[in-house]
């Protein structure tokens, strides 16, 4: 009996009226029959509403119309990138990549390639038609010698343009990879062996066996201009012979591998030379705050973020820090980002900081208007502005550069600015940590940490008789 496989939908809800079941690709194209194999093999092994599926940019960039799955849409060249993060978030759940030649041998194959050398836990099906087909037929690293595309008009010159990337053949010199196979789907007896080749790769991550690889040969008849039929007897004489298909590599049926790596150093040989360090401790009721710091480069914008983040990790916070820079060592615009949590940080970025700290004009027009409600802006008193601030945020010029001077540091105005966030309450770490983590990040220059410790404490006493009750 003919019927539909419960892995695609019903519908394509794209396509309206009487071609609900039309699929947006051309006559002839390998793709329908690619998703079709696919969405048949994730229902027969029971494993699509499990199942996540990433889409890539190119001809299959609408897949997510047709399969009853998961599905995440990842951007140009990045499947394999997203797959990874996905294989790593969602171990149990069987990880599907799609990609095209354009996609994964040019943009995206360094993201590919590392993920195939890690032996990363997901499927990957990498379809080679030769070309950057939905953007108009242009030269890809999978085009043939001699090919005629719109970027090769007199056909590809492999001393201009280089030889044709053969994918299979450069993971099968990796040490991870658990499958490679090459396949076609240009006729039915072609068809056949893909259909195996890809329920195998499905079996593997059914079982979490490893990183799986199915490259197919799908003919293009659209930029072939070619009819279907033609355009699948020309693609196999010629592509063939460039791209032999055929199984490089099957370990499916060993035990699954593990990584034999090297005795690794332990945490304390790691981390601050034989330090004790502090486990992070999951408080789900702890609120977690955000931090941006910003200013020009030299004025220890990263420092003092690592001195927040560290005095957070000391006292067993969750904490990300990230930096953002120009190319300039000095001068150039710099800022970071600190989180601080009481569970496990998901990302780094920070869109609208609760606390921002501002050291210079640019930065304070730049980030000023992302603080959230009840947030705290903090900016050097120096700065002449007539910017006006967001509601519900506090703001507040502070001398830092004076207090520092003052003290005899003139660089040390972002340890004025830690004070000056002590004093207010807005590190939620006690004030020993954050100490301890000042004078640690001069560790390797004693002879500035007491006058460092003098603007601190200065900077304090200036919050305490200006803004305290
Ligand atoms: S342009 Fe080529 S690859 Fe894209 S849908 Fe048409 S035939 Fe398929």
Same mark, same amino acid.
């Given at each position: 009996m003919i019927k539909r496989s419960t892995g695609l939908y019903e519908q394509? &809800?794209?396509? +309206?009226? =009487?071609?609900?079941?039309? $699929?947006?690709?051309?006559? /002839?194209c390998g793709h329908g029959i690619i998703l079709k194999l696919i969405g048949e093999a994730m229902a027969d092994l029971g494993i699509q509403d499990d199942s996540v599926f990433v889409g890539p940019v190119g001809c299959a960039t609408f897949c997510y119309y047709y399969f009853d799955c998961g599905h995440v849409s990842a951007p140009h060249g990045r499947a394999s990138a997203v797959a990874t993060g996905l294989s790593r978030v969602l171990p149990d759940n069987p990880i599907i990549a799609y990609q095209g030649d354009g996609d994964l041998g040019a943009i995206g194959f360094n993201n590919a390639f590392q993920a195939a050398n890690? /032996? =990363?836990?997901?499927?990957?099906f990498f379809v080679n038609n030769s070309i950057f087909a939905m953007t108009g037929g242009q030269m890809a690293p999978t085009t043939l010698e001699g090919q005629v595309t719109t970027t090769t008009p007199f056909g590809r010159d492999t001393v201009k343009a +280089?030889?044709?990337?053969?994918?299979?053949?450069?993971?099968?010199?990796?040490?991870?990879?658990?499958? !490679?196979?090459?396949? &076609?789907?240009?006729?039915?007896?072609? !068809?056949?062996?893909?259909?195996?080749?890809?329920?195998?790769?499905?079996?593997i991550q059914k079982e979490k066996k490893g990183f799986a690889f199915v490259e197919i040969l799908s003919p293009c008849p659209n930029n072939m201009r070619e009819e279907p039929v033609k355009a699948a007897e020309l693609f196999t004489e010629t592509m063939e012979k460039t791209y032999p298909l055929g199984n490089f590599r099957d370990r499916s049926e060993k035990p699954v591998p593990t990584p034999k790596g090297v005795p690794l150093k332990n945490e304390k040989e790691l981390i601050g /030379?034989?330090?004790?360090?502090?486990? $992070?401790?999951? #408080?789900? &009721?702890?609120?977690?705050?955000?931090? *941006?710091?910003?200013?020009?480069?030299?004025?220890? @914008?990263? %420092?003092?973020?690592?001195?927040?983040?560290?005095?957070?990790? %000391? #006292?067993?916070?969750?904490?990300s820090w990230m930096p953002s820079y120009g190319p300039e060592q000095r001068g150039g615009s710099a800022s970071c980002s600190v989180r601080v949590g009481g569970k496990e940080i998901g990302s780094p970025t920070i869109d609208d900081p609760d606390v921002l700290v501002a050291m210079n004009q640019p930065a304070l027009e730049r980030?000023?208007?992302?603080?959230?409600?009840?947030?705290? !802006?903090?900016? =050097? %008193?120096? @700065? *002449?502005?007539? @910017?006006?601030?967001?509601?519900?945020?506090?703001? @507040?010029?502070?001398?830092?550069?004076s207090i520092a001077i003052e003290n005899g540091v003139s660089k040390a105005s972002n340890t004025a600015f830690l004070g000056a966030m002590t004093g207010l309450g807005l590190l939620p770490?006690?004030?020993?940590? !954050?100490?301890?983590?000042?004078?640690?990040?001069?560790?390797?220059?004693?002879?500035?940490?007491?006058?460092?410790m003098r603007v601190f404490e200065t900077a304090m006493k200036w919050i305490t008789d200006n803004l305290r009750p």
């Open positions: 394509f &809800s794209r396509k +309206g009226g =009487d071609a609900l079941r039309a $699929t947006h690709y051309c006559a /002839g890690r /032996g =990363d836990n997901f499927a990957l +280089g030889y044709p990337l053969k994918v299979c053949e450069v993971f099968e010199t990796l040490e991870a990879p658990v499958f !490679i196979e090459r396949v &076609s789907v240009a006729d039915t007896k072609r !068809i056949m062996l893909a259909k195996k080749a890809i329920r195998k790769a499905l079996q /030379g034989g330090k004790e360090t502090v486990a $992070t401790k999951n #408080d789900p &009721s702890f609120k977690e705050r955000r931090f *941006k710091f910003s200013g020009f480069g030299g004025q220890g @914008i990263l %420092s003092l973020g690592l001195v927040v983040a560290e005095a957070a990790a %000391s #006292d067993g916070k969750f904490v980030f000023a208007s992302s603080v959230r409600e009840g947030g705290t !802006i903090l900016y =050097d %008193s120096s @700065i *002449k502005t007539n @910017i006006g601030f967001p509601a519900g945020v506090r703001a @507040i010029p502070f001398p830092a550069s770490f006690g004030e020993t940590n !954050i100490k301890a983590a000042l004078a640690e990040s001069m560790s390797a220059r004693p002879s500035l940490v007491e006058p460092n």
